[in-house]
Nanobody, 121 residues
Framework: QVQLVESGGGLVQAGGSLRLSCAAS????????MAWYRQAPGKQRELVAF???????NYADSVKGRFTISGDNAKNTVYLQMNSLKPEDTGVYYC???????????????WGQGTQVTVSS
């Protein structure tokens, strides 16, 4: 069993910052790509950023220069530092990770339960 637990969401004024965390627990043999998605009310879920096992990162155009994704393999945790937040960043943020539970299994995609981020104008 693998669980992803997000934390760090909340209410912040425009221009403020938040740091999201996603901790993985359970039987984890290896982690591949780690990503953050978000879903605004009435909109489809969209990719915000991802980081590969090799450490390469990629960001949605809307967050480039403001958000930073990072990972701590020793803690099985991925972070999303969000600066200069805008009202349009409001939504539920989800952690998404490819995890293998043993050496024989392939990577399985897991989702966290989501954490709410609200940016007031």
């Amino acid at each position: 069993q693998v669980q992803l637990v997000e934390s760090g969401g909340g209410l912040v004024q425009a221009g403020g910052s938040l740091r999201l965390s996603c901790a993985a627990s359970g039987s984890i043999f290896s982690t591949n790509t780690m990503a953050w998605y978000r879903q605004a009310p009435g909109k489809q879920r969209e990719l915000v950023a991802f980081i590969t096992r090799a450490g390469s990162t990629n960001y949605a155009d809307s967050v480039k220069g403001r958000f930073t994704i990072s990972g701590d393999n020793a803690k099985n945790t991925v972070y999303l530092q969000m600066n200069s937040l805008k009202p349009e960043d409001t939504g539920v943020y989800y952690c998404n990770r490819d995890i293998a539970t043993d050496t024989y299994s392939g990577y399985v995609n897991y989702w966290g339960q989501g954490t709410q981020v609200t940016v007031s104008s």
